[in-house]
């Protein structure tokens, strides 16, 4: 979709408060749910868009150019939002009807989850739970136990479920100082003895869509991925903005404005290759899989890999472009005026995320040298 210059505009101007309440400013979550960006993934029968993953991948990015905050939560609303396609119908019209509502929440099992009547008792914590202040459902990834503590299955047959839980049921802590991303409130949570009815959960791995379509059926982890890595991509583009907007300042202890120097003039161009192949190559690795999707098939191993590659690909050449924009600029890039040193310390709090960390890249080369290699989470 195409999103409108005022939302973008909002999100920018809000950039700055967002960073010191370290959350999402109300005033652009609401902007965002009112204009059905948070709901790009949902199934078309529970009232989503249900748009192409490069239709969402492009909304993150043009978010993440006004406030990566801002976009990261785009992303992170957008991906959950993919479990609409396998709840029961009951709990996915329950959770994903609401036009305003959003979730979010880690899929890991962190917490410990036990089989009782109508349901699951769940207790642990949770790390990196962006935006789960401004949630309507919250999720969490759970281990299911036996009375020993061994692991054990719900009845219809979930080992490590994630579950969704009322706002009321969770407590946020406290935890989110950092360095970037700051406005994302990706703050630790927990739940004490939290009761989960029947069913309000699904199977991150391994789990068949109910409602098949190309959506539903596209891998959830590899979506995940190339949505991280296009909030690192709309953070390059900002940084290319934000030294074109310099090119025309002399900076202390030069006479000679920025574009009229050379070596600025080769990092600016460099940047704008590194954004423009990380996009070019994500884009066209998410085409050709949800293509095949489309004409019934389904995403095999080495295409899952790909796309994998091309989301920490991307995020890798993104930020190197920031970092050449960053240092472009100089000395003017550190001060709190400058939204470059928003962007730097942004993208490289993104890079860290799990989907996308240069760690990826051994199990995925792994892979291509024809080595034993476990696929299940890409």
């Given at each position: 979709m195409i999103l409108p210059d005022s939302l973008l505009e909002l999100a920018d101007d809000r950039s700055a408060a967002g960073e010191q309440a370290r959350s999402l400013h109300p005033d652009v979550f609401r902007a965002l749910a009112e204009g059905g960006v948070l709901r790009g993934w949902v199934a078309e029968e529970f009232g989503g868009r249900a748009a192409t993953i490069v239709e969402v991948l492009a909304d993150i990015e043009a978010v993440s150019v006004a406030d990566g905050a801002a976009g990261w939560s785009v992303m992170i609303g957008n991906t959950t939002a993919l479990n609409s396609h396998r709840l029961p119908t009951e709990w996915a019209e329950l959770i994903y009807r609401?036009?305003?509502?959003?979730?979010?929440?880690?899929?890991?099992?962190a917490a410990i989850g036990t089989v009782v009547d109508g349901g699951i008792r769940v207790t642990g914590r949770w790390s990196w739970g962006s935006g789960t202040n401004h949630c309507t459902f919250i999720g969490g990834g759970v281990r299911i136990v036996d009375e020993a503590g061994e692991s054990a299955r719900t009845p219809d047959g979930a080992s490590t479920p994630f579950v969704y839980f009322d706002p009321d049921q969770i407590e946020l802590l406290d935890t989110w100082q950092v360095v970037g991303l700051k406005g994302t409130a990706s703050t630790d949570y927990s739940a004490a003895d939290a009761f989960v009815p029947s069913g309000r959960w699904t199977q991150l791995v391994g789990n068949e869509p109910l409602i098949d379509t190309t959506l539903g059926r596209f891998p959830f982890f590899s979506a995940l991925a190339c949505g991280v890595a296009a909030v690192t991509i709309g953070l390059g583009v900002r940084a290319i903005e934000e030294v074109i907007?310099?090119?025309?300042?002399?900076?202390?202890?030069?006479?000679?404005?920025?574009?009229?120097?050379?070596?600025?003039?080769?990092?600016?161009?460099?940047?704008?290759?590194?954004?423009?192949?990380?996009?070019?190559?994500?884009?066209?690795?998410?085409?050709?899989?949800?293509?095949?999707?489309?004409?019934?098939?389904?995403?095999?191993?080495?295409?899952?890999?790909?796309?994998?590659?091309?989301?920490?690909?991307?995020?890798?050449?993104?930020?190197?472009?920031?970092?050449?924009?960053?240092?472009?600029?100089?000395?003017?890039?550190?001060?709190?005026?400058?939204?470059?040193?928003?962007?730097?310390?942004?993208?490289?709090?993104?890079?860290?995320?799990?989907?996308?960390?240069?760690?990826?890249?051994?199990?995925?080369?792994?892979?291509?040298?024809?080595?034993?290699?476990n696929t299940q989470l890409f």
């Open positions: 609401d036009p305003l509502g959003c979730t979010g929440g880690f899929g890991m099992p907007v310099l090119g025309e300042r002399k900076f202390a202890g030069s006479s000679t404005a920025l574009a009229n120097r050379a070596p600025a003039q080769a990092d600016l161009a460099m940047a704008i290759a590194n954004v423009g192949q990380a996009r070019s190559y994500l884009h066209d690795s998410v085409n050709r899989v949800w293509d095949q999707i489309a004409e019934g098939g389904e995403a095999a191993d080495d295409q899952r890999v790909e796309l994998r590659i091309a989301a920490a690909a991307a995020a890798q050449r993104s930020v190197e472009a920031v970092d050449l924009c960053y240092h472009a600029v100089g000395g003017a890039a550190i001060f709190e005026s400058s939204p470059l040193q928003r962007v730097f310390r942004d993208v490289h709090v993104a890079i860290t995320h799990g989907m996308i960390n240069p760690r990826i890249l051994e199990p995925l080369g792994r892979f291509h040298f024809g080595l034993p290699t």
